[in-house]
């Protein structure tokens, strides 16, 4: 028996090598006016196979087995174009040519099907966030691309961490993943969001509400994945600087190669800051610590075939935090990720298979004992994947995958030092095409964990195209299971109060329903979003024990609250004429708790965005500006005594222009042009006006 299955892998992984001669295909893709557009990505549908155009828009794939494709062409600025193409003469030649766009809903996402699958037809609406957007706005970090872009997400900033709601939800609701990915590393339910290297990130997919049946616990509130870029040109070369007051920088620079069937990615990110403080009357306690960052990535691409493909990778990942306290000790965060992915295709059938492994120390650095360092915690997750996509007909899509999660964490402050999780998983999805307009999907996910047993998880959506619009359509289920350290923490905060885990939580469990309609032209994209969710069995701290002469006040975790949460999601970007847009976003969110009727803590019932776009090129040199207006409105908060606060309302705005020439591009920006500073907000941490330098070289395009 296990000599058939040495043989059936053998079949599997070296007959395409065998047979990857192939034919070559090549081209030219331009743009208006017959300009040639350098950089345009171009893939093969049901292949392996990539690359890029030159500086003349010239491209060329060699390897290709015979046969029918579909050809996908894009670039940012530029609507993407899919065509199918017939692939059987030993050499082909194709030319294409772009239509310009700032609109593009043939973009591919994964997201919210976990295939392939272009804008315009996602029955789950999905926004999308480019990473040449992030670039022109001279944007360094991830949370400042999700506060910027997408209505009814909130962040927050507390010293040197970051907080994230979602439609009134905690971070803790949310799924943050990279490349479909967990995170380790989790602080009240927030990741460290300093590791998201923008120098890697393609793009960042935004799915708004439960997505339990494809990713199971944490997905209540939505689904945030950060994509990274693929390996596709010969030679690529990046570095890149962003200096703006308080010493504040961020730098790095990547390389990639690509040569026959290899292909290498390496990248290297450096920030820091000198920190300020916009509260003097308590100097050990700023507003912004002062930091330090590293970190390095290395991603492999190898190829055999036009349909096999490894990717193996890895981050190092290091956060050290200055001390500014009284104390003699300061924190250090590390973080080593590495993976491997691969991907077979079998005619327009694919196979997708993972294994992944996160590990995030915290340690405390005793600075009179040699800066000794004390490890305070780890955390440690593991996901064993694998994936089928199956095209049942042009119709029907069927995705099934099996999962196997484990979790080891290891905290000072947990009860017996170490615990232990695991959960096996089975997910399965129908992608459904009724004819012309109507495209149903229909999603299960059944788990059995290692405390909670099994677990169902059923999602269905609904799309309805009438042109100029879509119409969506869902309702689902969200789970998130207790956090271990729900379960076993042992917290004393210098004999002020104590909190204690409890072992006997239940899972958290959500109802969702949402509806959405889109009008989308080339000159405008519109949508509006209503939601409505239900938690049941939320677990919240609750108090056990008040103070006497012998004992601590005594808080456990307990499963007494539930919550109401329903609002509305408006988005817009309209051509006002050639090159200038506006883009507009509101958010009204109502939380409830339902135990108190009182509005859940940490949430802003409305907020918003306006932005002024303008942008122009021609040739080798492109012009962008922009002026940028964040709207939050009352935030409601716990205060350490107990008592409810408010932040007060804001509005902050921002300039930025970006320049590019041929392989430079300069941008500067103005950050809170009228000089805002609120010191007793918690969610507006501002330290006033700050002006913003930034540069970017390619040295690909320097030939």
């Known amino acids: 028996m296990l000599r058939r299955i040495q043989i059936f892998f053998l079949f599997i992984f070296i007959t395409p090598v065998i047979f990857s001669q192939g034919v070559t295909l090549s081209g030219y893709i331009a743009g208006p006016d017959s300009i040639f557009v350098p950089g345009a990505t171009i893939t093969l549908s049901g292949t392996t196979l990539g690359t890029v155009t030159d500086k003349k828009g010239f491209y060329k794939m060699s390897k290709i087995i015979p046969g029918t494709y579909t050809l996908r062409v894009s670039f940012v600025g530029f609507e993407t174009l899919e065509k199918k193409v017939n692939i059987s003469n030993p050499e082909n030649h194709f030319d294409f040519s772009l239509k310009e766009s700032n609109i593009d809903l043939n973009e591919v996402v994964v997201t919210g099907t976990k295939s392939e699958i272009t804008l315009k037809n996602v029955p789950v609406l999905t926004q999308v966030i480019s990473a040449r957007k992030m670039l022109e706005l001279g944007i360094t970090n991830a949370t400042d691309a999700l506060q910027n872009m997408v209505p009814g997400i909130n962040i927050r900033h507390e010293g040197t961490l970051v907080k994230v709601t979602l439609q009134g939800m905690d971070a803790k609701y949310v799924l943050f993943l990279i490349d479909g990915e967990r ?71 990547s390389i990639a190669l690509k040569k026959g069937i290899i292909g290498s990615r390496t990248s290297i990110n450096f920030s820091r800051t000198d920190g300020y403080d916009i509260t003097p009357d308590s100097p050990h306690d700023w507003t912004q610590n002062p930091y330090t960052t590293y970190q390095i990535s290395q991603k492999f691409e190898i190829t055999p075939s036009s349909k096999f493909s490894l990717i193996p990778y890895f981050t190092y990942y290091q956060f050290e935090r200055a001390n500014v306290s009284a104390k003699h000790a300061h924190d250090l965060y590390i973080d080593l990720n590495a993976g491997l992915k691969g991907q077979y295709f079998i005619g327009r059938n694919s196979i997708d298979f993972s294994y992944y492994r996160d590990r995030y120390n915290t340690y405390s650095i005793l600075e009179q004992l040699n800066n000794r360092r004390d490890t305070v915690s780890y955390d440690i997750i593991q996901t064993f994947r694998v994936q089928g996509n199956f095209h049942i007909s042009d119709k029907n899509i069927l995705t099934a995958g099996l999962e196997y999660n484990t979790e080891r964490l290891f905290s000072i402050r947990m009860e017996g030092g170490i615990q232990n999780a695991s959960e096996a998983v089975i997910y399965l999805q129908e992608d459904i095409h009724m004819g012309e307009r109507w495209n149903l999907i229909a999603g299960l996910r059944g788990s059995n964990h290692s405390s ?130 506006v883009s507009a976003g509101y958010s009204y969110v109502h939380s409830r708790d339902n135990e108190t009727h009182n509005q859940l803590y940490n949430t802003t019932k409305n907020s918003g965005n306006i932005s002024v776009d303008y942008n122009f090129s021609k040739k080798n040199y492109s ?81």
């Open 183 to 253: 995170i380790a590393g989790e602080v009240d339910g927030d990741i460290d969001y300093s590791m998201l290297n923008l120098e890697n990130i393609d793009r960042i997919e935004v799915i708004k509400g439960a997505s339990s049946s494809l990713y199971g616990s944490n997905a209540i509130g939505g689904v945030i994945n950060i994509i990274t870029k693929k390996i596709n040109e010969p030679f690529d070369a990046k570095l890149y600087s962003r200096y703006s007051k308080y010493n504040e920088l961020y730098t790095g620079g």
């Open 452 to 581: 909670y047993g099994l677990h169902a998880a059923p999602k269905l959506s609904l799309m309805y195209k009438l042109e100029p619009f879509n119409f969506r359509a869902s309702a689902g289920t969200g789970f998130r299971s207790p956090a271990l350290k729900d379960l076993y923490l042992y917290f004393e905060h210098f004999g002020q109060f104590i909190i204690e885990g409890n072992p006997q939580l239940k899972p958290e469990s959500s109802k969702y329903l949402s509806g959405s309609a889109e009008f989308s032209r080339p000159w405008n994209n519109s949508s509006v979003s209503v939601y409505r969710n239900v938690l049941s069995n939320m677990i919240t701290e609750e108090l056990v024990q008040l103070p006497d002469s012998s004992s601590e006040t005594t808080y456990t975790y307990q499963n007494i609250a539930s919550a109401t949460i329903y609002g509305v999601d408006f988005l817009s970007k309209q051509k006002i004429i050639k090159g200038v847009w």
């Open 623 to 703: 012009f962008t500006a922009q002026l940028y207006c964040q709207l939050m409105g009352e935030r409601v908060y716990l205060n350490p005594d107990g008592t409810t606060g408010y932040d007060r309302p804001y509005s902050s705005w921002r300039f930025t222009i970006s320049q590019e020439y041929k392989w430079l591009r300069i941008s500067a920006g103005l950050d809170n042009i009228f000089g805002v500073v609120i010191p007793q907000n918690y969610d507006f941490i501002s330290p006033g006006r700050r002006f913003f330098v930034g540069m970017n070289i390619d040295f690909g395009k320097i030939k």
